[in-house]
């Protein structure tokens, strides 16, 4: 095959790279939709395009106080999305959600000069699964960092549009790098996981310093039919609307995909990174006894390559509004 003429490298170069550096990336991997389940019956939790961050939270504590009133029915364990206040590093994991089963973890590195896409971290110990994942997560940077700076190379014309190409790559080259150094140093970067645990255990997690919100869903039924979206720890305002997912570089003799931007779900086989997954087997049983229903948690992942889940194929979670 004939590589592409190199006026629409160019072209869908700049808007790809440039695409990288917009907006909090939300990334994900093709979903596996139970024998007979439906595509469009999946289940929001957290904060979702156009919903302000202040009235999302107020909702989690009041639903909170709801299933943890004296007077209410009693109430099993449940899922819940915790959000936190800042970035911690793994090591703080196991005191913030003590008395809770952690299935994953979400994480991103905050980069002052660039916005950075945010992973997923499935987990059975605390912090060894996080650390491990973080460890992972570089690895993949470094990859891309490698693409990009390839992918730069490649431009070698003089005029102002490979000269804007190349600057573009450089850019999203020199994120990668920073991300994949600060995931290397166990950086502090998790901010939110998702729990399951009795009502009385999760108010208990809401009391702790450093906790921002806990969001109790007791109608999820299965992770990998769950859209979780906890709020980053700086947006306070209103969540803006996604990112387009943009078009990949075409190099001929093959590029690198740029992020897509879209929701992370729950996936019983993938750690979520960037453009493509690495799989991390997990043999090990988790750090806290879990119900029956943590069969959903992922054990293992592929190396199936990410795609887009846009909001036309998630349902609102029954009586969220948030």
Same mark, same amino acid.
């Given at each position: 095959?004939?590589?592409?003429?190199?006026?629409?490298?160019?072209?869908?170069?700049?808007?790809?790279?440039?695409?990288?550096?917009?907006?909090?990336?939300?990334?994900?991997?093709?979903?596996?939709?139970?024998?007979?389940?439906?595509?469009?019956?999946?289940?929001?939790?957290?904060?979702?395009?156009?919903?302000?961050?202040?009235?999302?939270?107020?909702?989690?504590?009041?639903?909170?106080?709801?299933?943890?009133?004296?007077?209410?029915?009693?109430?099993?364990?449940?899922?819940?999305?915790?959000?936190?206040?800042?970035?911690?590093?793994?090591?703080?994991?196991?005191?913030?959600?003590?008395?809770?089963?952690?299935?994953?973890?979400?994480?991103?590195?905050?980069?002052?000069?660039?916005?950075?896409?945010?992973?997923?971290?499935?987990?059975?110990?605390?912090?060894?699964?996080?650390?491990?994942?973080?460890?992972?997560?570089?690895?993949?940077?470094?990859?891309?960092?490698?693409?990009?700076?390839?992918?730069?190379?490649?431009?070698?014309?003089?005029?102002?549009?490979?000269?804007?190409?190349?600057? *573009?790559?450089? $850019?999203? #080259? =020199?994120? +990668? &790098?920073?991300?994949?150094? %600060?995931? @290397?140093? /166990?950086?502090?970067? !998790?901010? *939110?996981?998702? $729990?399951? #645990? =009795?009502? +009385? &255990?999760?108010?208990?997690? %809401?009391? @702790?310093? /450093?906790?921002?919100? !806990?969001?109790?869903?007791?109608?999820?039924?299965?992770?990998?039919?769950?859209?979780?979206?906890?709020?980053?720890?700086?947006?306070?305002?209103?969540?803006?609307?996604?990112?387009?997912?943009?078009?990949?570089?075409?190099?001929?003799?093959?590029?690198?995909?740029?992020?897509?931007?879209?929701?992370?779900?729950?996936?019983?086989?993938?750690?979520?990174?960037?453009?493509?997954?690495?799989?991390?087997?997990?043999?090990?049983?988790?750090?806290?006894?879990?119900?029956?229903?943590?069969?959903?948690?992922?054990?293992?992942?592929?190396?199936?390559?990410?795609?887009?889940?846009?909001?036309?194929?998630?349902?609102?979670?029954?009586?969220?509004?948030?």
């Amino acid at each position: 095959m004939r590589a592409p003429s190199a006026r629409l490298v160019v072209a869908v170069a700049v808007v790809s790279a440039g695409a990288l550096l917009l907006g909090s990336l939300w990334l994900s991997r093709p979903e596996v939709v139970p024998p007979g389940g439906d595509p469009g019956d999946v289940v929001r939790v957290g904060v979702v395009q156009g919903q302000a961050v202040p009235g999302y939270l107020d909702a989690t504590r009041d639903e909170l106080d709801t299933l943890t009133d004296p007077s209410a029915p009693a109430a099993g364990e449940t899922w819940a999305l915790v959000s936190l206040e800042d970035y911690v590093a793994a090591g703080l994991l196991a005191d913030l959600f003590a008395g809770t089963a952690v299935a994953q973890v979400y994480a991103r590195v905050p980069l002052t000069e660039a916005h950075t896409p945010v992973v997923r971290i499935p987990v059975y110990r605390l912090p060894a699964d996080v650390l491990t994942g973080l460890l992972d997560t570089a690895l993949e940077r470094d990859r891309e960092h490698a693409e990009y700076q390839q992918l730069a190379r490649r431009l070698t014309g003089d005029d102002e549009n490979q000269r804007r190409a190349r600057r *573009a790559y450089a $850019v999203a #080259a =020199a994120t +990668a &790098a920073a991300e994949a150094t %600060a995931y @290397r140093a /166990g950086c502090a970067c !998790v901010f *939110a996981a998702v $729990v399951r #645990a =009795a009502p +009385a &255990a999760l108010r208990g997690v %809401a009391d @702790r310093p /450093g906790v921002r919100a !806990v969001d109790p869903a007791p109608e999820v039924r299965q992770l990998d039919r769950t859209e979780f979206r906890p709020p980053l720890p700086e947006q306070n305002g209103t969540v803006p609307a996604e990112p387009s997912r943009s078009p990949a570089v075409p190099t001929g003799s093959g590029g690198i995909a740029p992020r897509p931007s879209a929701p992370i779900m729950s996936s019983p086989e993938a750690l979520v990174t960037s453009a493509s997954s690495i799989g991390v087997v997990r043999t090990t049983p988790p750090s806290v006894p879990a119900p029956e229903e943590r069969s959903a948690v992922p054990s293992a992942s592929d190396a199936t390559a990410a795609h887009d889940v846009t909001s036309s194929s998630s349902a609102p979670r029954a009586g969220s509004g948030r």
